[in-house]
């Protein structure tokens, strides 16, 4: 698609439910961002996809954080029984191959999660 | 280790100029960049500096000493859209960005 597409926008939830986060990459972007922001934060690493390697999880909290990506394509982020903690905008990215190339990120519009 | 250090907060007038400071720390450098992030949205694309020097935009310009570990956002005839944070990033080692925790640009009248 034109952009990056993240869905819901918005998710309220109660604790101790699974949430899953939903994105869609620009069509050949080959590199897949998640993010995490609290309020007045900034942002927060959580992982990263790459083509078909391995993804880089070295940010996700804990083990109630996944996330998987097909190929080159969409991405869901699962929170298993969520806390208040989480609470956040959950920010995905994507770019052409990698950060270092210059092109920089294309971010999509968040998905606002509410733990209440 | 990396490191990136902007000031919180920014208070400046409508038509003036300002001036966003980073400082960085990193094992190996390949780059900087610097977000726009309005409340509420997501952070777009500014810049990328890779070499040392001034690089001009139209109002905002981004600059970069690596001998230093410095860069700063210049930003010309301000106006009250311009109010936002400004996001100064640099890339870590596995090709994700590191990002600094923002200066949020008050604009007044």
């Known amino acids: 698609g034109a952009g990056v597409s993240q869905s819901p926008s918005n998710k309220v939830t109660e604790k101790g439910k699974d949430v899953e986060l939903r994105c869609d990459p620009i069509?050949?972007?080959?590199?897949l961002y998640w993010y995490r922001q609290r309020l007045g934060q900034g942002l927060e690493f959580l992982i990263y996809?790459?083509?078909?390697?391995?993804?880089?999880k070295s940010g996700l909290p804990s083990d109630r954080f996944s996330a998987e990506r097909t190929g080159e394509s969409v991405s869901t982020l699962t929170i298993q029984r969520t806390q208040q903690e989480d609470s956040a905008v959950y920010l995905c990215?994507?770019?052409?191959?990698?950060?270092?190339?210059?092109?920089?990120?294309?971010f999509g519009s968040g998905t606002r999660l509410t733990v209440v | 280790g990396q490191n990136i250090d902007q000031p919180t907060e920014m208070t400046a007038t409508e038509g003036a100029i300002v001036q966003i400071n980073c400082t960085y720390q990193t094992s190996g450098f390949n780059g900087l960049f610097w977000y726009q992030q309005h409340a509420g949205e997501a952070p777009t694309f500014l810049s990328y500096n890779v070499l040392d020097g001034l690089e001009e935009k139209g109002r905002f310009s981004s600059f970069l000493s690596r001998s230093k570990g410095y860069s700063y956002l210049l930003l010309k005839e301000l106006q009250m859209k311009d109010s936002a944070s400004y996001l100064c990033a640099v890339p870590g080692s596995n090709y994700q960005l590191i990002w600094g925790a923002g200066t949020k640009l008050i604009i007044k009248p």
């Open positions: 990215a994507s770019s052409l191959i990698g950060a270092l190339q210059g092109g920089g990120y294309t």
């Open positions: 996809f790459q083509g078909n390697s391995a993804p880089d």
């Open positions: 069509s050949g972007h080959t590199a």
